[in-house]
């Protein structure tokens, strides 16, 4: 079939996996900036900036993607999830060259804006093509993956700017900037050969191209495979409601069931971003110099950091949502009230950078506890509330407003994260630990919110799930039992059939 290889189609591993490189242009992002907080090229090219100016200019990324989730609202259903994707990658590479070429901070929050657009529109599209491109018994596990490429761009951008950091002069951090072009240049040609939604096509009425997606996708390129059929009739069944229920608009967003998933899609991905993991990200070197870990050597000591969600891979056979989401608030409450005590003692490049905190000289055994708080701080998102955040909103939603709604609640995302962003470093300059007293309290009160209102909805396909939201249980989400909503191809063809008769005899 023209547009796309059904050889790579039929392996849903690659097909489901290969667009998490766009998850991996932020966190390839994330890194670039957290490594030059100690890179002394750095602050005399841009003059030396404090702690707002500093703040202002991590801040950029996530402003240019708060524009991007927001932009993917009209394209990912004007022109299709694919050609969204391979946009995004367009824009990464114009974003990455700017930042590369950066003489002054204008320049540099410019590039960073641009990228952060292409961020935007990639960390929001990549869910929703991946969640309706694959089989329901592996989606939540590829869907995860968004996470897992996160966490692998920045790792390798951590490595490749530690490697640069012997390099005297510019190219030590405009090298790594001007590297992070390649995975988008990959991404961008890669997806000329992968399929097109088939639930998008469905919805445009090419229902002969969505059919033979899902054969190649679900049954080696048989169109009568019980799978393939089953999706099919599920997926033309919903669309066809759908059309029904009038136009698609932002309007659609406030009708009853829909406004409470969208509030639950916004509020994980808020908390996911309260939980302060994407703060340790961008900041970690300066909570390792409070610790007394300065240079190469609290660099290196961030490097491991990032490897260690690597090791520990977030992707269950059969992951249950809301199980990972309160023990990952918990969780990261213990390990952020380990970094309460942080060691606060003077550093250069801490004065000159985030402010004129006191810091009291704590070594030893102190700075070893902060190490392996901020390790564990990091695992335990990496395998719960990381990759169930992109996987969860972008499975709630009906095929209309699907992209409006994912686009929102990633907006949420990235709004939260540039606020945090900005607001920091100077936080860390005033009131310094006391920092982490209001992360905590942000991860107790999501725990509570995850267990009273989230219902399951993993091993489901997403047509499945809306009955899922129908039984209510707004705020005793555990009452829902795991049977709601289980059908098989019988029930869908018995279904079909009798409408069709009850269609029949209107018209008589």
């Given at each position: 079939?023209?547009?796309?290889?059904?050889?790579?189609?039929?392996?849903?591993?690659?097909?489901?996996?290969?667009?998490?490189?766009?998850?991996?242009?932020?966190?390839?992002?994330?890194a670039?900036?957290?490594?030059?907080?100690?890179?002394?090229?750095?602050?005399?090219v841009?003059?030396?900036p404090a702690a707002?100016?500093?703040?202002?200019?991590?801040?950029?990324?996530?402003?240019?993607?708060?524009?991007?989730?927001?932009?993917?609202?009209?394209?990912?259903?004007?022109?299709?999830?694919?050609?969204?994707?391979?946009?995004?990658?367009?824009?990464?590479?114009?974003?990455?060259?700017?930042?590369?070429?950066?003489?002054?901070?204008?320049?540099?929050?410019?590039?960073?804006?641009?990228?952060?657009?292409?961020?935007?529109?990639?960390?929001?599209?990549?869910?929703?093509?991946?969640?309706?491109?694959t089989?329901?018994?592996?989606?939540?596990?590829?869907v995860?993956?968004?996470?897992?490429s996160?966490?692998w761009?920045?790792?390798l951008?951590?490595?490749?700017?530690?490697?640069?950091?012997?390099?005297?002069?510019?190219?030590?951090?405009?090298i790594?900037?001007?590297?992070?072009?390649?995975?988008?240049?990959?991404l961008?040609?890669?997806?000329?050969?992968?399929?097109?939604?088939?639930?998008?096509?469905?919805?445009?009425?090419?229902?002969?191209?969505?059919?033979?997606?899902?054969?190649?996708?679900?049954?080696?390129?048989n169109?009568?495979?019980?799978?393939?059929?089953?999706?099919?009739?599920?997926?033309?069944e919903?669309?066809?409601?759908?059309?029904?229920?009038?136009?698609?608009?932002?309007?659609?967003?406030?009708?009853?069931?829909?406004?409470?998933?969208?509030?639950?899609?916004?509020?994980?991905?808020?908390?996911?971003?309260?939980?302060?993991?994407?703060?340790?990200?961008?900041?970690?070197?300066?909570?390792f110099?409070?610790?007394?870990?300065?240079?190469?050597?609290?660099?290196?000591?961030?490097?491991f950091?990032?490897?260690?969600?690597?090791?520990?891979?977030?992707?269950?056979?059969?992951?249950?949502?809301?199980?990972?989401?309160?023990?990952?608030?918990?969780?990261?409450?213990?390990?952020?009230?380990?970094?309460?005590?942080?060691?606060?003692?003077?550093?250069?490049?801490?004065?000159r950078?985030?402010?004129?905190?006191?810091?009291?000289?704590?070594?030893?055994?102190v700075?070893?506890?902060i190490?392996?708080?901020?390790?564990?701080?990091?695992?335990?998102?990496?395998?719960?509330?990381?990759?169930?955040?992109?996987?969860?909103?972008?499975?709630?939603?009906?095929?209309?407003?699907?992209a409006?709604?994912?686009?929102?609640?990633t907006?949420?995302n990235?709004?939260?994260?540039?606020?945090?962003?900005?607001?920091?470093?100077?936080?860390?300059?005033?009131?310094?630990?006391?920092?982490?007293?209001?992360?905590?309290?942000?991860?107790?009160?999501?725990?509570?919110?995850?267990?009273?209102?989230?219902?399951?909805?993993?091993?489901?396909?997403?047509?499945e799930?809306?009955?899922?939201?129908?039984?209510?249980?707004?705020?005793?989400a555990?009452?829902?039992?795991?049977?709601?909503?289980?059908?098989?191809?019988?029930?869908?063809?018995?279904?079909k059939?009798?409408?069709?008769?009850?269609?029949?005899?209107?018209?008589?």
């Open positions: 079939m023209p547009g796309y290889s059904a050889r790579i189609a039929a392996n849903p591993y690659i097909v489901g996996s290969f667009a998490c490189i766009g998850g991996g242009l932020f966190g390839l992002d994330i670039s900036m957290s490594g030059v907080l100690s890179n002394d090229a750095y602050f005399r841009f003059n030396n707002n100016a500093q703040g202002a200019i991590v801040a950029s990324m996530p402003a240019g993607s708060l524009v991007g989730a927001l932009a993917v609202t009209s394209l990912a259903d004007r022109i299709g999830r694919k050609k969204t994707i391979i946009l995004s990658s367009i824009i990464w590479v114009i974003g990455g060259i700017l930042q590369c070429a950066a003489i002054n901070r204008g320049m540099l929050v410019v590039g960073r804006v641009i990228a952060g657009i292409s961020v935007g529109l990639a960390s929001t599209v990549v869910p929703i093509y991946q969640s309706e491109i089989a329901p018994s592996i989606r939540g596990r590829l995860s993956m968004q996470q897992w996160i966490t761009g920045i790792m951008q951590y490595f490749v700017q530690f490697g640069c950091s012997y390099i005297n002069g510019t190219a030590s951090f405009r790594p900037w001007g590297l992070q072009i390649i995975p988008a240049i990959v961008g040609i890669g997806m000329l050969w992968f399929p097109e939604s088939p639930r998008w096509l469905l919805d445009h009425e090419r229902e002969e191209e969505a059919l033979q997606i899902l054969a190649d996708l679900h049954g080696n390129g169109r009568n495979d019980e799978l393939v059929v089953l999706e099919y009739e599920e997926i033309k919903q669309v066809a409601f759908e059309r029904t229920e009038g136009a698609k608009s932002y309007a659609d967003l406030l009708k009853p069931g829909i406004f409470r998933r969208v509030g639950l899609g916004c509020a994980l991905q808020m908390w996911s971003q309260l939980s302060g993991m994407n703060i340790m990200m961008y900041y970690i070197v300066y909570v110099e409070g610790a007394g870990l300065t240079g190469r050597r609290g660099n290196l000591i961030a490097d950091r990032a490897i260690r969600p690597q090791c520990r891979l977030h992707c269950p056979r059969n992951p249950l949502h809301r199980p990972m989401g309160s023990p990952s608030s918990v969780n990261h409450w213990f390990h952020t009230h380990g970094l309460l005590p942080l060691p606060r003692r003077r550093s250069p490049r801490s004065v950078s985030v402010g004129d905190g006191q810091w009291f000289n704590f070594t030893g055994s700075t070893k506890a190490i392996v708080c901020s390790y564990l701080f990091v695992c335990s998102f990496a395998i719960t509330m990381g990759p169930v955040s992109w996987t969860y909103p972008a499975e709630i939603f009906p095929m209309k407003v699907r409006k709604a994912v686009s929102l609640a907006a949420t990235w709004l939260f994260n540039f606020a945090l962003a900005w607001a920091v470093p100077p936080g860390l300059s005033t009131i310094a630990w006391k920092t982490y007293f209001v992360f905590a309290a942000f991860n107790f009160a999501a725990a509570i919110h995850f267990f009273f209102c989230f219902p399951e909805t993993a091993q489901r396909t997403l047509e799930i809306e009955e899922v939201f129908a039984q209510g249980h707004i705020f005793s555990w009452a829902i039992s795991r049977e709601v909503g289980k059908r098989n191809l019988e029930d869908i063809v018995g279904r059939t009798v409408d069709e008769k009850h269609d029949s005899l209107e018209r008589a």
